[in-house]
């Protein structure tokens, strides 16, 4: 299995998110990178290397699944939080005024100006901060994505892009769930233009895959999945229910398995068991694989009972499939067993495959 890893994620570095009312430290912090490297160099999987991917062909890749105006904002966001106050140099830029689309009656055809009015517009969390090296570490980590997808498609079975800041949340022009660019949908995209007719998205995080969803919801070539918990109870709340099955040309294309929270390792393998073969039923030629590690026991903010041996079982499940694969690293927040989770999957994965 090749790994590619962004050299830049360190320089994404939240300080703190709202929670509850209170602002409090970061969960999504390098070190989750940091340990899924350690555990690697220790149980290596095969090459690790940094992407080697140009700027031009990289922004096409954005621009493939993310809206222009987005894609500004997010490349001025820092810039123009530090304009409005000298003093923001030293505070993550959050969101804390939102124009409430469906049914407030807000005005979607203004532009406003002031920052603080910019990061309503297109973050759905004040979750997710965004601070001086946001834009630089997520574009380098677009890049391990979209040079992972390239390598499947040169011929390897699998490869994982190792990145933070994660991908899933993120849709075509909003933010939220510590995700600014959706690296898992940007790798089934490239994986598209290379060739495959069908590809399929398989998201094991803890959270609804909500920004993939809503990239592929009107499209048949792209089957999106996702097992998490269930939205009435847990993040992201207002999208990942089992009635959501796409819309128009991707009616059918896409499946939820709500789980409530609580689920052990032997219903969330039944739901993953109707997901393997929703992939086999429609044909897909390759997966991409939406790698978060929060459905662990032992993560702080989830709520599934999934223990470290359990993960190799997962990913020889996902082998069984028997296509070309890419992982994207997305959650997992106990940060010390988030290698060996990690590692514990992808090996079981390499063993079967
Ligand atoms: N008590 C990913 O795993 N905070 N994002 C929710 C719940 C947001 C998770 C707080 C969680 C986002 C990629
Ligand atoms: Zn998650």
Redesign the pocket.
Known sequence: MLTLLNPRHAEHIGRHEM?RGRLVDSHESPARVEHVLAELRRRPLGELREPAVGDNELMSALRAVHEPRYLDFLASAWDDWVALDPANAGIDALPSVWPLPNRHGFRQDGWPQNIAARLGQFAF?S?TPLTAGSWVAARAGAACALGAARAVLGGERCAFALTRP?G??AGPGFYG???FLNNAAIAAQALRDGGPARVAMLDV???HGNGTQTIFYERADVLTLSLHGDPRTE?PFFLGHADERGAGAGEGFNRNWPLPRGTALAPWRSALDEALQAVSDVGATALVVPL?L?TFEGDP?SGFQLRSADYAGIGAALASLKLPTVFTF??GYAVAEVGTNAVNLLEGFERAA
Do not use: A
Request: aromatic fraction near 22%; include cysteine.
């Open positions: 929670f969390d979750g994660p899933h949340h769930g510590y995700c995080d803890y959270h993040y978060g929060d903010i997305e959650g």
